[in-house]
């Protein structure tokens, strides 16, 4: 699952996720994602040890020659942190932290023999513990290219998603068992080729392959012809303009079966900079998911379809992976994600038996019907009364203020609660 910050991966664990990744906005394809500094970082990785679970690092942008000394500097501070896994696209930086870790381990183990206790144990065994993971921007769509990566130090290959499901098997039938790979399976889509992309940079010097796209792709468009300056022309949709390169989401709920007879080990999600709700929901319906596919069960996947329309998106297409996108899996009409469903609360504190401190995050009304979202269960009810954190009986409460919740069921902590 992606994480933005560390509230965010705590959410997307207590909701069933294996693993998540993030990083600081340093060298990695997110540079608006500035909820991680270093300190955090390391807190969202041994939160995760703590959980028995794993968190990845990303460092997958391109960097410029007088980037190279900061680039260092930082995969040592990366490497230091022991996370699961490092996420790169570049040689140069494959190369790069393949030396750094290389480095950190001998003098680790220098360390421990100049040592009359030997604690270096638990140290060398992280850094030996550190896989090198292939981002999906390094665009590996063949076996031979993987082999390659392989060769120089990658044990996983997040694919690109140009690639269908039956490549996919294809490629897994020529490699060796030990290279894993990984799919991505929900969230918004380049309309280029893995953000390989030009458009942001040509239109607002922000390159998309340095973690600054601007998404331009998802502006409004529309004709000029040159000897009418000033008269724009739609491109046959609505008087917005027209969306011509705006794709819908990915979704791929209903067929995890499928990828996962392909060969695939790990079901990646995308999204850094999406809500802390969309953390919760999505990891809740494919850990669901995933559990019914290992267990052999076949729960109605209509219910896990419907919890992913509750978080805003373009409308959902299931992208490469079973053939071309036609036109059909772009979305013409707007570019603005939306849902019939707003989150509205979360609960932060048990007062009492039964009794919760909620922040708001919407406004809420005497009578508005809701649904209270846990981990495990989704229960309705409506808001007959509502009290201030001062316990004062109130007709609504703002976004970002906090009220009084009385539930006759248990709640853990980072409920949601959400409404129509």
Not at 275 to 297: G, P
Not at 315 to 342: C, H, K, L, M, V
Not at 365 to 370: A, C, I, Y
Request: overall charge positive; charged content about 25%.
């Amino acid at each position: 699952m992606p994480a933005g910050d560390l509230e965010k991966a705590k959410i997307a664990y207590q909701f069933g996720a294996d693993a998540c990744y993030g990083s600081t906005s340093a060298f990695s394809m997110r540079t608006r994602e500035i909820g991680f500094n270093y300190k955090t970082l390391k807190e969202a990785i041994d939160y995760a040890h703590s959980l028995g679970k794993k968190f990845y690092i990303t460092l997958n942008t391109y960097p410029h020659e007088y980037e190279l000394t900061k680039i260092r500097t930082h995969a040592r501070k990366l490497i230091n942190m022991n996370p699961d896994a490092i996420i790169l696209a570049d040689p140069g930086i494959i190369a790069i932290v393949n030396k750094e870790i290389n480095k950190a381990r001998s003098q680790k183990i220098k360390a421990k023999t100049n040592s009359k206790t030997g604690t270096y144990n638990l140290a060398i065994k992280q850094l030996n513990n550190i896989e090198l993971h292939l981002s999906t921007q390094a665009n590996a769509t063949n076996s031979e290219a993987i082999k390659f990566w392989a060769q120089n130090g990658i044990s996983r290959i997040v694919l690109p998603r140009e690639l269908s499901i039956k490549e996919i098997a294809e490629i897994r039938r020529r490699l060796p068992k030990k290279i894993m790979l990984e799919a991505f399976v929900h969230g918004a889509m380049c309309n280029s080729v893995s953000g390989r992309c030009n458009l942001s940079n040509y239109l607002s010097y922000r390159d998309a392959n340095r973690g600054a796209c601007v998404q331009a792709c998802r502006w409004k468009y529309s004709l000029v012809e040159e000897k009418r300056p000033g008269q724009f022309i739609p491109v046959g949709e609505d008087e917005n303009g027209s969306y011509i390169y705006n794709s819908k989401d990915l979704n791929m709920i209903e067929h995890l079966k499928d990828l996962h007879n392909a060969g695939i080990e790990s079901f990646k999600v995308e999204g850094r900079n999406k809500s802390i709700y969309y953390c919760a929901i999505v990891a809740r319906a494919y850990r669901k998911a995933i559990d019914n596919l290992s267990q052999s069960r076949n729960q109605d996947i209509i219910e896990l379809k419907r919890e992913l329309e509750t978080v805003t998106n373009r409308g959902y297409s299931t992208g490469f992976y079973y053939g071309r996108p036609t036109d059909a899996d772009i979305n013409y009409e707007t570019s603005r994600p939306s849902s019939d469903w707003q989150f509205v609360g979360l609960v932060k504190k048990q007062l009492s038996s039964k009794c919760y401190l909620v922040e708001a995050r919407n406004e809420l009304k005497v009578g508005t019907e809701v649904e209270i979202v846990t981990p495990s269960d989704i229960f309705k009810t409506k808001l007959k009364s509502i009290a201030d954190q001062n316990n004062n009986i109130v007709q609504k409460v703002n976004p970002n203020s906090k009220f009084i919740l009385n539930h006759k069921m248990e709640l853990p902590i980072n409920t949601f609660l959400r409404a129509k």
